[in-house]
């Protein structure tokens, strides 16, 4: 039993509609919505004032079966075990859904980053690694960055695995700064892939990206490489919220110079290029396409019905409840889900995860094109198997998904 509100709860909703349609066995299924490991630690830190805080911290390896885990490390202040244990599950369906050989792990940290220094965050960043050293490796587990971790925090992390293995080890981690064995291509990967989703889904029902409108919930990694490349693609970006506000304009909000704006002010709040939009005004923009690229739970029974869009391109990971996107489908509204919409992101870091093993490097336009050739098959593959079932595309993804693990989980047999 789940609890309501569960987000792991939400994550089996989803499972057992296409495990049922697998006609999946009872002992595979069981496997199947089972964390492998779930860590809790810790993790003690000396703040700026002096005084020790202690940090929890976790790292969920949900499933191992087709290779490590791989899974981001996310600090924020509503970080629970139930909600890493999803985000590590739903980790373990888009790898599937991609094609990569990895399993799902995800991490998270209970802190508020937005209220600690440099240093108290490094100092964090290197405890964790620490607490959690054991399970990772690049052949265990390979965390990444999620929300409100970047590039420098993966430096620490790497760093600090560097040190207690005794070499420098690349391949532990992904997402990190070109310089120490990063992909070009990375930071903009998760963005691009709901891009490109977003153009094959417009080609499938039959409406060019070119003047359609696009509202975006969440300007940050995710939600702000979308809107630049789907503008780029002569979309019209007409609104946009962040965790303080939203700004929107009718006739399209210059997105290079809304980048450059939140990079000066932390949020979008107060743009001049456009007017103010209230944080649950995106979803009811008047918009063909609808991009949730916060967090988790953003469209609800309350609200799907405000929605106007005719496509949403999930960019964060559970953005939807399983109640609302019940009433979106019935409305016939076309959901890319997360767990093939944001597969961009890791893809490229299964790319970086590659290019540090072997010690070679390749062009961004390199990556660009592998990443544009994974999506548009796992696309695909996804849209064919809606088809074939009679299913929607998140259920149609699961049936990709499970089958998939399910298969190699019966080649690889029982150990005991
Ligand atoms: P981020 O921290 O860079 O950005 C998050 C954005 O959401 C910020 O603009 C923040 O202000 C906004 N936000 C937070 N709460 C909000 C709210 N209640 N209403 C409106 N906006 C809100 O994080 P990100 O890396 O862009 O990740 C966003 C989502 O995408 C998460 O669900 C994450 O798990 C998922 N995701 C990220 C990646 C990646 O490569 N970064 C890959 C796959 C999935």
Redesign the pocket.
Known sequence: MTQQGSVFGAMLREFEGAARILNLEPGLWRMLTHAKRQIIVSCPVQMDNGEIEVFTGYRVQYNVTLGPAKG?I?YHPGVTLDEVTA?AAWMTW?CAVAQLPFGGGKGGVICDPTNMSRRELEALTRRYTAEIIDAIGPDKDVP???????EQIMAWFSDTYSMHVGHTSTAVVT?KPVEMGGSLG??E???R?VMITARESAKHLGFELTGSRVAV?????????AAELLALQGAKIVGV????G?VQNPTGLDIPKLIAH?AEHK??LGFAGGDALG?AD?FKLDAEILI?????N?ITEDNAGDIKAKLIVE?????TTPDAHKLLHERGVFVVP?ILA?????TV?YFEWVQDRHGYFWTEKEVNERLEAKMVEAFDVVLKTAQKYKVDMRAAAYIVAIGRVATVTRMRGMYA
């Open positions: 981001g996310r985000l888009k990444a960055p999620d929300v409100n971790t970047n997402g990375r930071r990967a998760t963005g892939g919930q969440g300007f940050g990694n995710v939600g702000s490489v919220t962040d965790w303080k939203g939140v949020t979008v944080a995106v949730p690229a916060a967090l988790e953003q960019g964060a990971n559970g953005p997360d944001n597969a961009g992101g890791v870091s």
